[in-house]
């Protein structure tokens, strides 16, 4: 994974209504109008931020009928694990100034 898609999914956790987004997904999947409804957000608020977390892969879209519904990813999250796991990877020694930790 490149830094621009890392970053992507950054993104979508560096607000407050998408995390808020993502809690209420976690208790499964939701559609759109209930989520409007949920966290009292107007319908083109909604669509800004669902567009941010399908982007990054956070987030799972699918269509029924005239419905959208949405719900937490599971490759998206196993991916977010992976990047996290990579990032915070301490690799060879530490050094403190000139000295071995």
């Not at 976690?26 to 608020?45: H, M, P």
Request: glycine share 6%; charged share 30%; with cysteine.
């Amino acid at each position: 994974m490149n830094n621009l898609e890392t970053a992507r999914i950054f993104k979508a956790f560096c607000d407050e209504r998408r995390l808020a987004i993502i809690h209420k997904l976690q208790e499964g999947e939701r559609c759109a109008s209930d989520l409007i409804e949920e966290l009292q957000i107007g319908q083109s608020t909604l669509s800004h931020h669902m567009h941010i977390l399908c982007d990054s892969g956070v987030v799972d879209m699918r269509k029924s009928g005239k419905y959208v519904y949405y719900s937490i990813s599971e490759e998206g999250s196993n991916q977010i694990k992976e990047i996290l796991s990579a990032l915070t990877k301490i690799e060879g020694y530490r050094t403190r100034g000139n000295k071995e930790v």
